[in-house]
């Protein structure tokens, strides 16, 4: 590739100083990174594509943070020139051939907590929606008799119920294959009573057994009717403990002594395989392309470099492996491992890591990751590295999303970086995906926003929550019926798509913010005659806000265009600029009327002065030049510690003063979000004031009090009202003998995924 988009370039070399520059010639001879010549600091340019204009701490004082000096990023890679043919062009798995390089990763789901046809209707509305190659979630477990905290075991389905499953991918012409992950799962407990989860500590009747279960697995699998199989190999999975000589330090024939050594497990699977059920059952491995190995902190002797697992790679096509799939291998850290775009999470965190530093993309993974385009396509380098070492067909995964980055991805594909692009996330928010792609709809497929709430999701009433398996995680917080259709306890009116409406009605939804968009939306899907107001001349509601203070990589601003372009197709009728009180719903006499106002901001009722001034959280980005140096800001929600990443990113000091427990600091925030995000803003010098109220703000000086009583002074020039939003809708009294609803903030302020949800649920029912 060849443009400043291309994977090639990993990143711009604007970095500054001396021991920055080193790294950065480090990384220069890396395969696919070709640096620029040095440039000065982002400039105007750099900062007006980001709408971060207004990051200064200062008149004529750029202040340019470390996360811009160490991950400086380009956000031209979302150009559309109308040309996906690379993207929309055939290729083939096995004996399978398929129209489009997208297919569909394995990934939980939950739905089949909703029911056995919940989970295979959201199946089949993939292939509906015109993904041709589906790997379905590893939904059995194959190693019996030990069980598996997640999945049924293999022999609890009987054969009708999979070939529903893959009748229904079948019927829609799609093909199917099912995934395999042995995460932990199977004799886990044991193993590791002997010392440690790797693979030393198999024996080797334990090895002999796990061989015996994949194949009697595959046969299973084959005889229900799945095309392929995907046996997962990467990151915490079994097998990859015999890949690396960090978690293999057997010395027998399973040792990591040799490549040939390393793989001979999964190689004695896929031959027992292909001689049990045929070479005509394509393998697909899932592998790790790198294993993180920070060049800095000693030789890293024992993982895996790309250059190891190339060589494992090639034993995997020896062996008769179909395709790879390729994955990065974060050590130890799960979610990074498929959520690399996490390291890009959060304005001015960009790059930041678990322990709160910095993250340097030329320092760590042998400095290989695509690390300037906000995560986007963030593996495609690496796997044009595996791509040019074997002959089967190479894909990959994480951020590989051509309705966001069409040119991009559409070159990346040309440019040979992979033979096929797995998605998980994009195609769970739109199923319609792929279709849509193909009639050149490109604005009508609903954006992942890269939040992370499914995986793994915050409850409101146990923000402390962090387990992933515990109806916290599979949620999305654009698509409410994730994680819900089919499971009525959790109070979704209907099945997918909602019910059409009883009859005609009029449906007056009042605010255009994430709650109303989605209640009008949703209204007017079923067949109702919707208007949705607002008193502002866009709609969004706190959308755009957010977007500036949480910065590019949550795409909320490609959200809000595309829930106003949703709403103009489904015909709602859209009234803005109308500030709507009860007198005017009356008057207008709707058949219901769904109240989306927003939640009420609380004060603290002081008034500051001349050297330490009073502001509330909406004014941060309009009133950015009252902001002074020392800033407080009041509340441990999601906004407000947005905003103090915000603020920090410009170089100001801010202390967060929250009547809450410091574990409680961005509720609301997805938990891989949080867990990167907080570090980092300690790191950076953040002081949190816990249970704790602001007493006085005057004189350039802020007063905390604690809960032990105890009063600080401290220095203070600009406090910000961020505490928890209360509800507002004392508007549902005044609307006595009219059907009326209040959803999202205005009922129960909490963030935007409950929000939406609110807005949805409610409209079904009406
Ligand atoms: C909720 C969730 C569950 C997942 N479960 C699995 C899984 O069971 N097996 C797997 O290989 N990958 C799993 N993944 C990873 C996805 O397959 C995929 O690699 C990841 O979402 C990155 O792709 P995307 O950027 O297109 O979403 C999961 C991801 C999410 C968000
Ligand atoms: S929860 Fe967020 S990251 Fe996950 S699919 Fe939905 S929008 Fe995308």
Redesign the pocket.
Known sequence: MTSSRTPGISRRNFLLGSGLAAAAAAGAGLVGCAPQAPAAAPGADDLAATGEGAATAGEGNVYVSIAEQLNPQDYDYRQNSGDLSQVLSPWKLGNMEFSNRIVK????SNYENGGWDAFVEYYRRLAAGGTEMIWV??FAHIFLPYKNAINANIDEFTDEQVRQLTDAIHAEGAKCGT?T?IMGSAFYKEVSARGGHDAQYFTLEEIDYMVDSYVAAAKKFKAWGFDAWEL?CAGNNQTQWFFSKSRNHRDDEYGSQTFENRVRFISRVIDAVHEEVGEDFPIQV?MDAINESDQLIGENAEFNTVEDNIEIAKLLEKAGVASLHM?LGPQEQHATQ??G?LYFDTRGGIGSTSFGGQFDFTRHFQGKLVANHDGCGLMLNLSKMFKDAVSIPVGT?????PAHAPDFMNQAIADGMCDFM?????LTVDPQYVNKLKEGKIDEIRP?TRCCH??NDTVKGDPYSTEGFGGS??CCRLDPIRDNVGQEEKGMPGWFDPPAGEGSKNVMVVGAGPAGMEAARIAAERGYTVTLYDKKSSTGGMLSFAAAIKGPHQNLEDYSVWSRADLELKGVNIVTDTEVDAAFIKEQAPDVAILALGGARDSLGLEGDGETNVISIDDIVNAADTIGQNVTIVGGNMQATDVAAYLMEQGKNVTIVTPENANMLAKGQSIWCKRFALPILYAHGMKVWQESELVSAAGGVATVKTATGTETPYACDTVIEAMDMLPNKAMLDELSGIEAYAVGDCDDPYNIEYAIRAGNFCARAI
């Open positions: 990763s394995a990934a939980g979630e590893n995934q992950d997962n899932l994955r498929f959520l775009d995964v994480t951020y590989l999303d797995m998605m998980n996330r994009p992942c499914c995986w995680c599979y």
